[in-house]
């Protein structure tokens, strides 16, 4: 009996212990967790945000590092929920640093919710770019975009970085008082932010804004890679460009700075387009303001000083953008009044709309504390320290395919000994190289060289490789320069190189070429330096030697033409084309040539019929797209510019045709439309071409 009690009273108290347990649970889950700061000068707690939808999948494996890296409390996914509750619940922390890593969109939503919360002292905010444009992030010294830099390093970056201000401005929108309520056309009484922190614009680069932006609303599914957006853009910018849609802007507006009428000079130059700049960055990278140099009426530009810029641009000048051109500078000045007479497309930081006539007020709101990426002097002991630094360097130069470094980039072991074997190999004088890192040469700069200048002289290095024979090689030095025997690699880089840092624990990774400035070469190697080249070709097959002309794909001598392919090439000269889609379908080639030695392509492009020129391009050969004209060395596009058919030259240069490529008497496509008369025409080509050669980089807003 005594024992039976016994277990009856240890089951009544294992129950009761069960149930206390479960209830103390209960309650543990309902109780919020308490952010407790520990207050100390040294501390820099840091806080992630991160938009997964910017830069394709990079948000999402950037959102994967950080929260393996950091403690999962500190990392938000901002497709979950907006920074609100995040940074309420870190108010009280001291000495707090944000990381925004997303575009200059996510920046600017961030900034609002500080200004919501009117947190003192407001936390500085660190930028990695994943956006598109990603202007503001290039202003702070994050550069065009996130490549494959390891979070360690991202995280110092943050810690080091300097604080600085931003301004922000203030947009206000009344209805246009001039005008009675039964004129005010179509269009949205507000504009998409009523707060900038890059810049507002309108006119035509707000136009293209708008049409891409309408577009993806009405089909998401056809915006799914940044390829096909920059395509996009491209296509609605021609085509604005040729139905001049911002022609008469300089009509509609009136234009009032700290109280000076800009109205008559707008009209005057009969501007397609005015930027109101807060940042000296614009549209992926250009800067629109320039140097005003001796030019005592303006200032440089400064994210920090109070002042907007404003300038004007014509359909020339925005094309000579890209090539480091700049607007037409009109005034720096703290309050404008916009007022518009119609309904004009425009934009607030990328966000378009089309607004209706409106009395707009710009005005300085505040400025925001941000993290501006300093140079990395102070990460390198042996940089602090002046007399450690060596006078001089004598650094071996690599280059490495794209190929190669996606698949060794993360072995460093593997590049060495790739690079010591293709050195050997090249010094036996074997033309034919199988992978790996190849010697370029040899540079002497000074010790305490950074990147931006070290280019410059790999750049060099590169004219001469073209001017010396294959038997020797020119080292330069960063005073005097010198050359003796040696060999060498002689294939040219393309204007696409970047350097790689080899100085991480496990991997290799790229250097963007906007930060290059804040990297000095001791900080990537110490004996020899890795660059890469993401158009070099490792190998070539075998029987073709570099540098051979143009394939010239054609019937054979003596061979009889098949009555398909001479039904093809009726076709295409006569414009039918159901007979050409007929004619294929029954066997006929897309390779066939004239008796000119003309291909299909240049047919095509030649008589301006755009049908059948995106037929071929959507079913023949890529190779016919830059084919030469084996008479006169033109291509398509060459054709289509001379007979000034602006269609197909929009055709073939969204599919990817070469606009740097000569004909026989050295002219490009550009050149050739200017030829013929159409300046209009090869403005588009000359801008679209400067595009191409900056095409790694992000278009926020397209021009």
Not at 385 to 409: A, C, M, T, W
Not at 683 to 688: C, D, F, G, H, I
Request: charged share 25%.
């Amino acid at each position: 009996n005594s024992l039976k009690a016994s277990n009856r009273k240890k089951k009544r108290t294992s129950f009761k212990r069960k149930a206390s347990k479960r209830g103390m649970e209960q309650e543990n889950k309902g109780r919020p967790f308490v952010i407790k700061p520990i207050s100390s000068p040294l501390m820099k707690p840091l806080l992630v945000f991160v938009n997964p939808k910017s830069g394709g999948n990079q948000g999402t494996k950037v959102l994967q590092m950080f929260m393996w890296y950091l403690n999962p409390r500190q990392v938000f996914d901002l497709s979950q929920e907006g920074p609100k509750d995040a940074l309420e619940l870190y108010r009280k922390v001291p000495n707090l640093r944000i990381l925004a890593c997303g575009g200059d969109g996510t920046v600017g939503w961030i900034l609002s919710i500080l200004d919501e919360l009117q947190l003192s002292p407001q936390p500085p905010v660190g930028v990695l770019p994943l956006g598109t444009g990603n202007d503001l992030a290039r202003t702070l010294n994050w550069g065009g975009g996130y490549t494959d830099e390891p979070v360690s390093k991202i995280l110092c970056q943050v810690e080091d970085g300097t604080i600085v201000q931003l301004d922000r401005w203030n947009l206000h929108v009344e209805r246009n008082p001039d005008l009675p309520p039964e004129e005010l056309e179509d269009g949205v009484c507000k504009l998409p932010l009523n707060v900038f922190n890059n810049y507002f614009s309108l006119g035509f680069d707000a136009h293209v804004t708008l049409e891409f932006h309408e577009s993806r609303e009405a089909n998401p599914e056809k915006f799914n890679s940044r390829f096909r957006n920059k395509m996009f853009y491209a296509g609605a910018a021609f085509s604005d460009f040729l139905q001049r849609s911002s022609r008469d802007l300089s009509k509609h507006v009136k234009v009032v700075c700290d109280g000076t009428d800009l109205t008559p000079k707008i009209q005057e130059l009969k501007f397609q387009c005015i930027v109101f700049l807060n940042i000296p960055r614009y549209c992926a990278g250009t800067m629109p303001w320039g140097n005003p140099g001796d030019h005592h009426d303006f200032e440089p530009q400064r994210h920090d000083d109070g002042y907007i810029e404003v300038i004007g641009f014509t359909m020339a000048s925005l094309a000579a953008l890209q090539v480091g051109g700049h607007g037409e500078r009109l005034h720096q000045c703290r309050e404008v009044m916009l007022l518009t007479y119609k309904s004009i497309p425009m934009q607030v930081d990328g966000e378009p709309c089309r607004l209706a006539p409106a009395m707009i007020r710009i005005s300085l709101r505040n400025q925001a504390n941000m993290v501006q990426k300093s140079k990395r002097r102070t990460s390198m002991p042996l940089l602090n320290d002046p007399q450690s630094v060596p006078d001089r360097l004598r650094i071996r130069v690599n280059k490495i395919s794209l190929q190669d470094y996606e698949g060794f980039h993360y072995d460093k072991e593997k590049l060495r000994e790739a690079s010591i074997s293709a050195w050997l190999r090249t010094i036996a004088g074997e033309l034919v190289q199988s992978f790996g890192a190849i010697p370029l040469g040899i540079l002497v700069v000074r010790g305490d060289c950074d990147l931006e200048t070290c280019r410059m002289y790999i750049d060099r290095l590169q004219e001469d490789l073209q001017s010396v024979s294959s038997g020797s090689q020119r080292v330069h030095y960063q005073d005097h320069e010198t050359s003796f025997p040696r060999a060498l690699s002689a294939q040219r880089l393309s204007p696409r190189w970047c350097f790689l840092d080899a100085t991480s624990a496990d991997r290799f990774y790229r250097i963007d070429r906007s930060q290059e400035h804040l990297h000095f070469v001791m900080e990537i190697s110490q004996d020899e330096i890795f660059i890469l080249d993401p158009d070099m070709v490792v190998s070539q097959p075998a029987g073709t030697p570099p540098g051979m002309p143009d394939l010239v794909v054609e019937q054979a001598s003596g061979s009889p033409v098949s009555s398909e392919d001479h039904a093809i090439l009726q076709a295409v000269i006569a414009g039918d084309l159901m007979k050409l889609i007929e004619s294929y379908k029954n066997g006929g080639s897309l390779l066939i040539q004239g008796p000119d030695h003309c291909s299909l392509l240049h047919y095509a492009a030649k008589t301006g019929n755009g049908e059948i020129v995106k037929y071929i391009l959507d079913h023949g050969p890529s190779e016919l797209l830059d084919m030469a004209d084996s008479e006169t060395g033109e291509t398509a596009l060459h054709k289509a510019a001379c007979q000034r058919n602006r269609a197909v030259c929009q055709l073939l240069v969204d599919a990817g045709a070469s606009l740097r490529k000569t004909d026989s008497k050295g002219k490009t496509p550009q050149e050739r439309a200017q030829q013929a008369g159409d300046p209009d025409l090869a403005a588009y080509l000359e801008s679209r071409q400067n595009y191409k050669v900056i095409g790694h980089e992000d278009l926020e807003t397209a021009v």
